[in-house]
């Protein structure tokens, strides 16, 4: 089945330890997104990335990053997580990013603890 | 702006209860309007869909209508079980060039045998 997979599913890091969230599709879309979900919260998009062009939100701060290497892979890079940055990190692709009803499929999530 | 608003939650019912799940929006512009549901523990799943005004998205016995006169798509479902229990979240595209989603709040359902 086309998916959208996040590895791992439970992340533990250290505060201000570097740490890395994966996420992969064989839905061969054009278009990744990495949201940060804290509890009881609506999603927050982070960024994403239409093809190899990245986009950021005004307000995600520089302590977040990403890369996409090829279509399927997508990374979240946390340079120093602070203790705010515990949360669920969801990503999700769409075959566009414009147009009538191009939904986002979304992977399972990886949840973030920061000690 | 654009944005979405949903009913707080919880809403606590019995199995077999009719549900309904209110949401309204506002947005410049068209917009698409989608109800994600989440389980426990787990990511969002597109559970309907609408693009335009009078359309009915339906799946697994949920249905909403896009009502453009009154900026709704409020959810319904007309018995709910037990593994319907989980947090629903309205939201909206629109736009041209990039159509970012934007959620509600969020509404969590429990429902009880």
């Known amino acids: ?115 | 702006g654009n944005s979405v608003t949903q009913m707080e939650g919880p809403v606590t019912l019995s199995e077999e209860a009719f549900l309904t799940i209110n949401c309204t929006y506002t947005a410049t512009g068209y917009p698409s309007l989608f109800w994600y549901v989440q389980y426990p523990g787990e990511g969002l799943q597109l559970l309907l869909k609408a693009t335009k005004a009078d359309d009915k998205g339906s799946n697994k016995g949920f249905e909403a209508t896009y009502r453009k006169e009154t900026t709704s798509f409020h959810l319904e479902k007309g018995s709910v079980q037990v593994s319907d229990s989980a947090v629903y979240f309205c939201a909206l595209s629109v736009g041209t060039g990039f159509q970012k989603l934007v959620f509600g709040t969020g509404t969590r359902l429990l429902v009880s045998p």
């Not at chain 1, 509890?39 to 960024?47: C, E, T, V, Y």
């Not at chain 1, 996409?68 to 997580?81: A, H, K, V």
């Open chain 1, 1 to 115: 089945d086309a998916m959208v997979i996040q590895n791992p599913r439970y992340q533990v890091t250290q505060f201000g330890k570097p740490v890395t969230l994966s996420c992969s599709q064989t839905l061969n879309h054009n278009v990744m997104y990495w949201y940060q979900q804290k509890s009881s919260q609506a999603p927050k998009l982070l960024f994403h990335y239409y093809d190899k062009d990245f986009n950021n939100e005004a307000d995600t701060p520089d302590n977040f990053q990403s890369r996409r290497p090829n279509t399927s892979f997508c990374f979240l890079d946390i340079r120093s997580p602070g203790l705010g940055d515990a949360a669920m990190y969801l990503c999700a692709t769409s075959r566009e990013m414009s147009g009538q009803g191009y939904e986002q499929y979304f992977g399972p999530g990886t949840r973030l603890t920061v000690t």
